[in-house]
């Protein structure tokens, strides 16, 4: 399971979602397909149902939706904002 770390913080906004990183005091902002996928993952869904998720909204190939979220979650945990 992918959680956020406690000291992130999430606030959605027009075009996406904005994470502050509580520690260092820095901002990511993820537009509005990252912010599907993270809103799934933040809810206690797998990358399964954020590809569900993906290919409903975006209409996208689900290997491509797959190859996404791997991106995604790669990317926030390499920052130290996801553990799992």
Same mark, same amino acid.
């Given at each position: 399971?992918?959680?956020?770390?406690?000291?992130?913080?999430?606030?959605? %906004?027009?075009?996406?979602?904005?994470?502050? #990183?509580?520690?260092? +005091?820095? /901002? /990511?902002?993820?537009?509005?397909?990252?912010?599907?996928?993270?809103? %799934?993952?933040? $809810?206690? +869904?797998?990358?399964?149902?954020?590809?569900?998720? *993906?290919? $409903?909204? /975006?209409?996208?190939?689900? !290997?491509?939706? *797959?190859? #996404?979220? #791997?991106?995604?979650?790669?990317?926030?945990?390499?920052? !130290? *904002?996801?553990?799992?």
């Amino acid at each position: 399971m992918l959680n956020l770390r406690q000291d992130v913080s999430v606030a959605v %906004v027009e075009d996406g979602m904005v994470l502050l #990183d509580g520690r260092s +005091g820095r /901002y /990511y902002q993820v537009n509005d397909s990252g912010a599907l996928v993270l809103g %799934v993952l933040i $809810e206690g +869904g797998g990358e399964e149902e954020a590809a569900d998720a *993906l290919t $409903e909204r /975006y209409g996208v190939a689900r !290997g491509q939706a *797959l190859a #996404d979220i #791997d991106k995604i979650v790669r990317r926030l945990c390499s920052t !130290g *904002l996801m553990t799992s």
